[in-house]
């Protein structure tokens, strides 16, 4: 389905052409994310990508916006753990500026101290934005306990310290070791033309001088038994993020984790909606989410609790986790939790944006499935001995971590229910 392409520089394009579209999505990944960092230079990937938009050597800060949005498009950029994204959406007639601004702003950055300094400040204040929201803050303490010390258990943000010592050296060297040919990716989806499309990327990015792909260490996991931390904080409810240790994006589990995922806590339908919430009236929100990387992964439940009912909840969610590895999921219930998960990766792939931004992930990270259809064959194939094996394999007492956020002064009563029956 996708046309690929290899550059001498060691560029690799991939397109992908939706000739009945009017839009073309345009990315440029980069392999490099909070996981290349250290403690030090923590949210240096992050300062960078906020950086890139200040300014090229021959754009300054306002052209590069009001060329791509005086012509109806959209720009963004995002940091993960693994990757870091540049990315524009814009009519097919103006696929060559996208390409354009996009590589100017990756290859040709000004990096000024004055925008250094005026985008640390802009920064700590997200830093310090994110800690007054327990709802997303109770990830971040979650993280820290499931990978200690380590570059995956760090705020992709930075602290407030590693910004601020972040110098325009430290940034510029971090770019030229990670920003290079042999560490990027360029995906194009939309009304193009797949030829045309390689000439573009070849004017605009086979000059960059070729470089090393990147690596970061392997991640180190040594828990024995469940692990609990209480931030005490007064809060209007209490925030709890439960996450078990899993599988990483390349496992043959994967799929029958995703179903997982659907049957928990992925939409309205799944138990721990159904049950928490709706027939046990325990919260207003909880969810379940599954969060891959190329060595390690997290099944996550959040919730956000009342004070009084938090202990209770918890205990239906683990009695929820128990009674999914005993008893086999119903075929109906499986086959609407197939049925769900195709629909939502059908409609993401019927947008450029995020047909992009779901072939990119893969591809940045050299997974094999990389056919819309493969992938939903193997989603029919996960059965429900599947799933109960899954079940198992993850759901275990060594694997639990538990973050909360509220005022609760005793852990002792999440201490007892923190482990499957």
Known sequence: MYKIESFRNGLKLATEEMSHMESVSIGIWIHAGGRHETKPNSGISHLLEHLLFKGTEKRDMSAIKQEIEGRGGSFNGFTSEEHTCYLV???AK???LGIDILSDMVLHPRLEESEIAKEKDVIIEEINMYKDIPAHYVHEVLAEMMWPDQPLGMPLAGTVESVRSISRNDLVSYREKYYNPGNMLVIEVGRIDEEATAGLVAKYLSGAARGDASKFK?????????SLRLYKKQTEQTHVALGIHSTDRYHPDKYALSLLHVLMGANMSSRLFHIVRDEMALCYEISSSVRRYEDCGAFVISAGVDHKKMVRAMEIIMRELARIKKEPVAE????RAKEYYK???LFALEDTMSHMLWLGEKMISGEDDLSPR???NRIDAVSA????????DIFRDDRMNLAVIGPMEDDRPLKDVLHIK
Do not use: Y
């Open 332 to 335: 109906e219930e499986l086959k």
């Open 374 to 376: 493969k992938v939903l």
């Open 94 to 96: 103006d696929a060559e």
């Open 343 to 345: 629909g939502q990766l």
């Open 218 to 226: 392997a991640i180190k996991i040594a828990q024995a038994s469940p």
């Open 89 to 91: 959406k814009v009519l």
């Open 385 to 392: 001995e599947d799933i109960m094996r899954v079940s198992n």
